[in-house]
């Protein structure tokens, strides 16, 4: 994996004088609009998925079914998104970013008919559809969302996107309160709340296409987007091979594995022991605590202030805590409810809600600035979108995988919760050691600098020495 240190910088040639025209910009290249078409997608493709996930099982009755779609949409992001990373540096950002935004509607329409029918089979065709389209969304947006911006921005950058990828849930949450309310019973939610979700994931694919190139974009400290492509497409799968199999990746597998891992068995938990109303509650109200840790994770990761690593080491002692209180709390409420007579279902604010409920809470607290802190750790360490795309193309594959085997878990009905306890617990131990290695050889950016100046130089010294050479 090839690094430059942080002041690399290239010079025009001397001897060669160069006249520099002031550099015009228009609001629409700009960093800000950028990751304003991609937190748009975001809200209306994965955020509207999320909201659904954040019903339990997708809304449905029974979780089981609905685990074993989302395994599948798993298993295809994962194989995809690897490759993906390679592919969408060859296509361009903007065009991979719209492909992953075609399979989100394919998946609410499963899901729908899953509800209205109990039509299990066009439910794994949108999910299949749907694992492989999100393939390539998620390696495009990572690269965009951690790309475009400068590397002092990028906490901050990230956080505003976890706020977008929150407010879908957030939205759709309200939509599911205001529509499911009154149903104090478990069950499944009514069928009017996967036509609006539909509704709103069809807007993806037009907003994708909004997304400029990354080298017409600028940033506001002068600095310019560094793409840099292979010579063929097998010399660019070889590159994320050879990243994949270089040491710190590596190191990063396991945290890149677990730092999902969580959400399969949240949607057990919110559909097994929770209302219909209590999990609509918890559809809008959990995502708060998202955007909240995703700020604090930005101050701390952003403070030009503190040395690099000790940013880094702080971030990651602090959210490990978190995540591992969650799953020894989760333990001592799971054996007291298999122990019950009868097992709970919680109504919201009612005898018991709060501790069961604070699980969830906590769970997407620590997971999303889990989720942000591996971005940002990439981005440190990518040399430019090109490497950034690989990069985020095998966080989001691994990820995937991860997920793939916690919602293969939850597919069997009679799956004991300890056992997906023990594994989340495990795993986010077994991380702990090999990401520190990382995080202790971590000293400065790797980002190759290339100013708005030098371009600029560059391309008037070509055109000068073009001018001399035609009139000689």
Not at 450 to 457: G, L, N
Request: with cysteine.
């Amino acid at each position: 994996m090839a690094s430059s240190a942080s002041d690399h910088t290239e010079t025009p040639e001397e001897g060669i004088e160069t006249v520099v025209s002031p550099v015009k910009h228009s609001i629409f290249r700009s960093v800000p609009f950028q990751i304003a078409v991609a937190c748009g997608v975001s809200f209306t493709a994965p955020g509207m998925w999320d909201a659904l996930g954040g019903l339990g099982a997708g809304g449905a009755a029974e979780p089981y079914a609905v685990s074993a779609a989302n395994a599948l949409v798993y298993g295809l992001f994962s194989i995809v998104c690897v490759a993906a990373g390679a592919i969408n540096n060859r296509i361009g950002l903007r065009y991979g970013l719209a492909l992953g935004a075609i399979g989100y509607p394919l998946y609410g329409a499963g899901l729908y008919t899953n509800n209205v029918n109990a039509t299990t089979w066009f439910m794994l065709f949108g999910s299949a559809l749907c694992g492989i389209s999100a393939g390539f969304f998620w390696a495009a947006e990572a690269a965009i969302i951690i790309g475009y911006p400068s590397p002092r921005d990028r906490a901050f950058y990230l956080a505003i996107w976890q706020t977008a990828k929150a407010a879908g849930p957030i939205v759709g949450g309200a939509i599911n309160l205001g529509l499911n309310a009154q149903r104090s019973s478990s069950g499944s939610v009514g069928s009017a709340t996967y036509i609006v979700f539909i509704v709103i994931m069809c807007l993806g694919l037009p907003i994708a296409l909004c997304l400029s190139p990354a080298g017409r974009v600028w940033r506001r400290d002068g600095t310019r987007v560094v793409v840099r492509k292979e010579a063929t497409w097998r010399a660019e799968f070889r590159a994320v091979g050879a990243l994949l199999a270089s040491r710190r990746v590596l190191l990063l597998l396991p945290a890149f594995f677990v730092s999902y891992f969580y959400n399969g068995f949240v949607s057990t938990w919110l559909t097994t022991y929770f209302t219909v109303r209590a999990r609509a509650f918890s559809s809008f109200f959990t995502n708060f605590a998202g955007i909240f840790s995703s700020f604090l994770a930005a101050a701390l990761l952003d403070c030009q202030g503190i040395h690099i690593r000790t940013r880094a080491r702080v971030a990651f002692t602090a959210i490990v805590a978190v995540l591992v209180g969650t799953w020894i709390w989760a333990s001592v409420l799971q054996n007291r409810f298999y122990n019950a007579p009868v097992a709970p279902v919680f109504d919201w604010f009612r005898g018991g809600f709060g501790s069961a409920y604070a699980l969830v809470f906590f769970w997407t607290f620590a997971g999303q600035a889990f989720q942000q802190f591996l971005y940002w750790l990439v981005g440190q360490y990518a040399t430019d979108l090109s490497s950034l795309s690989h990069h985020t193309g095998i966080l989001r594959g691994v990820e995937a995988l991860g997920q793939t085997v916690a919602w293969a878990m939850q597919s069997e009905g009679d799956a004991n919760h300890f056992v997906s306890i023990g594994l989340n617990f495990g795993i986010t131990v077994l991380c702990v050691p090999f990401t520190w290695i990382v995080l202790s050889e971590l000293d400065h950016s790797h980002e190759i600098k290339v100013t708005e100046i030098q371009v600029t130089a560059d391309g008037a010294r070509v055109k000068q020495h073009d001018g001399n050479e035609a009139s000689a």
